[in-house]
């Protein structure tokens, strides 16, 4: 299964990269654009679909899958050393996550207090990381994994769980745009990890949405940050109440 979702995501990049809509992916293969993004939706694909869909980039089903092992190749986390150098310098750090949601060059410098020779020498240093290929003309390519992820008790998951608490939960989630629940419960061992397993798919969902959305210009996204956790605990507030 976890391959299959792979390859689906690789395909949905591959689309992405020759510019290809679902309107336009619709009017090649014949098919309603209601039916194409539910076809995604559902990961739901024969194997004549696949081999169409690869048409529509002039490719064969077998460079599809060379495309997901070249991905596999890449790096899907940093070592402790490049996440201490990348969050020790602010500046960086904010290049880095800018690039991992797909901004270009100039798109940083216009929104960032950082010049165009700035912000290469960052884009250079992320080169040498080998978290990105710096191209002619200064074009960026990604080169990590579909899955990447921060270090778990990593230095930037640190850095920035550090910020949670007092920046991220200052709001009182009422806007259009946000949400908050709070659910408490009692789970046996077994429902525990039932849960964190839909946790991990609601990830996994969130990560494939934030790809699909990437080719639209920055106006038409926000930066947005959902915070999911789960852990054994009690209200401290009846604490005193415990026997």
């Not at 690789?10 to 009017?27: E, N």
């Not at 798109?107 to 700035?118: A, D, F, L, N, P």
Request: aromatic residues 8%; neutral net charge.
């Amino acid at each position: 299964m976890a391959q299959t979702l792979h390859l689906i995501n690789t395909l949905k990049k591959a689309l992405k990269a020759h510019g290809l809509t679902y309107a336009d992916i619709a009017k090649k293969i014949d098919m309603s654009e209601a039916s194409i993004k539910r076809m995604f939706s559902e990961k739901n694909f024969t194997l004549n679909r696949l081999e169409q869909l690869c048409q529509c980039m002039e490719l064969e089903l077998s460079d599809l899958l060379t495309l997901m092992k070249e991905d596999e190749a890449n790096i899907s986390q940093l070592s402790d050393e490049q996440e201490k150098e990348i969050v020790n310098d602010l500046t960086l750090l904010l290049v880095t996550v800018c690039v991992l949601n797909r901004w270009t060059l100039d798109e940083i410098s216009e929104r960032y207090k950082i010049s165009e020779t700035e912000a290469i020498q960052y884009l250079c240093k992320l080169d040498k990381l080998k978290i990105i290929d710096l191209l002619p003309k200064n074009r960026i390519k990604l080169l990590v994994a579909s899955n990447f992820s921060w270090r778990r008790n990593g230095s930037i998951q640190k850095f920035f769980q550090s910020k949670v608490e007092k920046e991220f939960f200052s709001s009182r989630f009422n806007n259009s745009n946000e949400r908050l629940f709070v659910v408490n419960g009692m789970l046996a061992n077994s429902s525990n990890i039932v849960f964190q397993k839909k946790m991990e798919k609601l990830v996994r969902e969130f990560n494939e949405l934030n790809d699909s959305d990437a080719n639209l210009s920055l106006e038409e996204r926000t930066g947005t940050t959902a915070v999911i956790a789960i852990r054994n605990w009690n209200y401290g507030v009846f604490e005193h109440l415990r026997k």
